[in-house]
């Protein structure tokens, strides 16, 4: 067993060529997803500047659909976005900085950022499941009053 | 320069390793959230059918009149579950994978796992792309 444990030091898994390959690959595509991000929290706020309502008629109802978003909501929307995405773009920079440079600080740096990026992404997902559950239950309590 | 870096190359040294593991358990965490999340939507798209069609066709009139529409919406609403389902798969695969390739100090095991952490991406970045087309064209 210790004879395992030498074996098996702290420098035995190596970022070899295949995995350069595999990360600078990563990087490429996570570039893409921030730029293709930031190009829709543009598209967002145009959008949400140019609100447009639409009303159809039916059955002499007039049924009012809102096109356009709040600008409030868009704006919080976008900081947060922007936020995640800033990670993202940090783990792709490091990362193939780290891989290209060969310089192991700024591949730590790298997947240290890849580590908020997930941690923010849950914690907002964790959020978003307790509103939801909250509404439904909010919804039940409703119904069983009526 | 070029001896230097065959010295020292990169490594999986213990910040790495630990930010890595880090990074799939929330990874981990996140993929099974979504497994779990369209498995739910599904459900609630297929038990709650009629209502759902009755309330788009207050929205848009002549809803009813298209035929079986609702079983169109359903067949949707499973194929955008199996796409986002697949996204969770390489996420999930490529958290599992690296875990185990620390632990057990593998590089074949590693190198799997980030290829399925780059599929992840890969396909995220086309669905980003898609999604960035969609919305371009709906301004117009």
């Known amino acids: 067993m210790e004879q395992q444990d030498t074996g098996n030091s702290l420098f035995d898994l190596s970022i070899d060529e295949t995995a350069k390959d595999h990360l600078r ?3 490429s595509w996570t570039m893409v997803i921030v730029i293709t991000a930031v190009i829709g ?10 609100p447009k309502t639409q009303v159809i008629q039916s059955e002499g109802f007039g049924v009012s659909v809102g096109a356009g978003q709040n600008l409030g909501s868009v ?9 995640i995405n800033y990670f993202l773009y940090q783990f792709a920079n490091l ?25 923010i992404i ?3 997902v964790i959020i978003a499941l307790a509103i939801v559950l909250l509404a ?6 409703n119904a069983r009053v009526k | 320069m070029e001896e230097n870096q065959s010295i020292l190359e990169l490594q999986v040294d213990q910040t790495a390793s630990k930010n890595l593991s880090d990074a799939t358990r929330w990874a981990k965490f996140l993929s099974v959230t979504g497994f779990v999340c369209m498995a739910l939507m599904v459900i609630f798209f297929i038990a709650m059918q009629s209502q759902i069609i009755s309330l788009l066709s207050q929205v848009v009139p ?19 579950a199996g796409i986002v389902c697949l996204l969770m798969y390489f996420l999930f695969k490529g958290s599992i994978l690296i875990k185990k390739g620390i632990e057990t100090k593998s590089q074949e095991t590693f190198n ?3 290829a399925s952490l780059k599929a992840y991406f890969i396909m995220y970045g086309i669905l980003a792309i898609v999604g960035l087309i969609s919305n371009l064209v709906s301004i117009f």
């Open chain 1, 25 to 27: 690959r990563i990087c």
């Open chain 2, 62 to 80: 002549g809803f009813t009149d298209l035929g079986n529409l609702g079983g169109v919406l359903i067949a949707v609403i499973i194929i955008a």
């Open chain 1, 75 to 83: 704006i919080f929307g976008i900081i947060i976005g922007l936020l």
């Open chain 2, 112 to 114: 799997n796992g980030l």
């Open chain 1, 41 to 50: 929290y543009v598209v967002a706020i145009i959008k949400a500047l140019m």
């Open chain 1, 95 to 119: 990362t193939k900085k780290g891989v290209n440079g060969m310089s192991q600080t700024d591949l730590n740096t790298g997947f240290y950022n890849l580590k908020i990026y997930f941690v």
């Open chain 1, 122 to 124: 849950s914690i907002m």
């Open chain 1, 136 to 141: 439904f239950l909010a919804i039940g309590a």
